[in-house]
Antibody, heavy 121, light 112 residues
Framework: EVQLVESGGGLVQPGRSLRLSCTGS????????MSWVRRAPGKGLEWVGF??????????EYAASVKGRFTISRDDSKTIAHLQMNSLKTEDTAVYYC????????????WGKGTTVTVSS | DIVMTQSPLFLSVTPGEPASISCRSS???????????LDWYLQKPGKSPQLLIY???NRASGVPDRFSGSGSGTDFTLKISRVEAEDVGDYYC?????????FGQGTRLEIK
């Protein structure tokens, strides 16, 4: 069974950092891009960014709202992706979903259950 | 950035009746390779989003055939032929043509 499991969420003060992890199983992790999508309370879905597979250069793209503060990385040997979040703001409060991105067809086909990040003093 | 606009934002439907959600993009989502980079997702209450339709009209694995997607260019539609109670939730369109990837605002479907 294809699975994505996020971890690392929690309560953090504004300006601090947090690192989310996403462990994939049941598929060849290195074949896929991995992306992060969030949903803030009372809002809709917002794409955060993704990291392409090695075949596509492992290049990374970010939403403007997080660029320069968030960093996505991956370790294919451990089938894990990370979202390093620095200089957190209250507006970063959301459920963060790790997702599997299909190259060429360019869509998300698998979602994790999500992990909650609350930025508050 | 490509702006995605959904309508309506709220839908109340009697079980067994059809439903339709519109999604309009600010740019043409038809690529020169023939693919339409428009997808539909459903987030049921308390659950993660799930893929319903990809590349405009392709049903994802396990999605009931009462769901269908259509459209081209900048105007797309998700149709549910006969709404069931399990279809409640928030529906989103998403464009995958270019980054930043963008979603519509979402359409909340409730059962009358």
């Amino acid at each position: 069974e294809v699975q994505l499991v996020e971890s690392g969420g929690g309560l953090v003060q504004p300006g601090r950092s947090l690192r989310l992890s996403c462990t994939g199983s049941g598929f060849t992790f290195s074949d896929y891009a991995m992306s992060w999508v969030r949903r803030a309370p009372g809002k809709g879905l917002e794409w955060v960014g993704f990291i392409r597979s090695q075949v596509y250069g492992a290049t990374i793209e970010y939403a403007a709202s997080v660029k320069g503060r968030f960093t996505i990385s991956r370790d294919d040997s451990k089938t894990i992706a990370h979202l390093q979040m620095n200089s957190l703001k209250t507006e970063d409060t959301a459920v963060y979903y790790c997702t599997r991105w299909i190259h060429v067809q360019d869509h998300i086909d698998v979602w994790g259950k999500g992990t909650t990040v609350t930025v508050s003093s | 950035d490509i702006v995605m606009t959904q309508s309506p934002l709220f839908l109340s439907v009697t079980p067994g009746e059809p439903a339709s959600i519109s999604c309009r993009s600010s740019q043409n989502l038809l690529h020169s390779n023939g693919n339409k980079y428009l997808d539909w997702y459903l987030q049921k209450p308390g659950k993660s989003p799930q893929l319903l339709i990809y590349l405009g009209s392709n049903r994802a694995s396990g999605v009931p055939d009462r769901f269908s997607g259509s459209g081209s260019g900048t105007d797309f539609t998700l149709k549910i032929s006969r709404v069931e109670a399990e279809d409640v939730g928030d529906y989103y369109c998403m464009q995958g043509l270019q980054t930043p990837i963008t979603f519509g605002q979402g359409t909340r479907l409730e059962i009358k």
